[in-house]
């Protein structure tokens, strides 16, 4: 069982930077990948960014890869969203997420244990 706490959202201006936090519980933190989605109002809940179990390697989504690192220290259980260059278009609720999946291919659907999400709100 793995439960997870997000933290670190706001509100700021286009441009900006916020880094996001997933703390997780549970003694096998360290056996799961490691995903943030995101939902926009009205939209369905999309990929972001993916950490495998040793933080060795990453996969982000298109949208966000030039602006946006993701990133995990297993000895304090958490994973991190760098996210700079903010655009309104990346307005949403941030989930973290843990599954034994392999991230390239990491889908919202094959994600065991989710976070309640934090609200990044970007105006321009």
């Known amino acids: 069982q793995v439960q997870l706490v997000e933290s670190g959202g706001g509100f700021l201006q286009a441009g900006g930077s916020l880094r996001l936090s997933c703390a997780a519980s549970?003694?096998?933190?360290?056996?799961?990948?490691m995903g943030w989605f995101r939902q926009a109002p009205g939209k369905e809940r999309e990929f972001v960014a993916a950490i495998n179990w040793s933080g060795g390697n990453t996969f982000l989504a298109d949208s966000v890869k030039d602006r946006f690192t993701i990133s995990r220290d297993n000895a304090k259980s958490t994973v991190y969203l760098q996210m700079n260059s903010l655009k309104p278009e990346d307005t949403a609720v941030y989930y973290c997420?843990?599954?034994?999946?392999?991230?390239?291919?990491?889908?919202?659907?094959?994600?065991?244990?989710w976070g309640k999400g934090t609200l990044v709100t970007v105006s321009s």
């Open positions: 549970g003694r096998t933190f360290s056996y799961y990948a």
């Open positions: 997420a843990a599954g034994l999946t392999h991230i390239a291919t990491m889908k919202a659907d094959g994600m065991d244990y």
